[in-house]
């Protein structure tokens, strides 16, 4: 059990774009569910995009919904968050694990800030 390895963050102005990329060191299984987590300074966690299989169902949160998308490609280990039209509120560390998420799994995230 290897955590993910997230990157792609950094710092960026309000509707400007980033794409995050998630490596999974060992075969994700198909069958599983995939998500796009974030936490920002002094906030719970929250669910920021779920993906299963590469183009077979997805889930947004309000949020987020018309901005980002998921992506996944399975062959490769490999998740994918594209992320749109960024807002100040955007910022936060990224993380991607299962769903329901599994304590060994997560790893340093990749940091994304978005100010002017």
């Known amino acids: 059990q290897v955590p993910f390895v997230e990157s792609g963050g950094g710092l960026v102005q309000p509707g400007g774009s980033l794409t995050l990329s998630c490596t999974a060191s060992e075969s994700i299984a198909s069958k599983l569910i995939i998500a796009w987590y974030r936490q920002a300074p002094g906030k719970q966690r929250e669910t920021v995009a779920q993906i299963l299989n590469e183009d077979q169902w997805f889930h947004y949160a309000d949020f987020v919904k018309g901005r980002f998308t998921i992506s996944r490609d399975t062959a490769k280990n490999m998740v994918y968050l594209q992320m749109n039209s960024l807002e100040p509120g955007d910022t936060a560390v990224y993380y991607c694990?299962?769903?329901?998420?599994?304590?060994?799994?997560w790893g340093q995230g990749t940091q994304v800030i978005v100010s002017s």
């Open positions: 694990n299962f769903v329901p998420p599994l304590e060994p799994y």
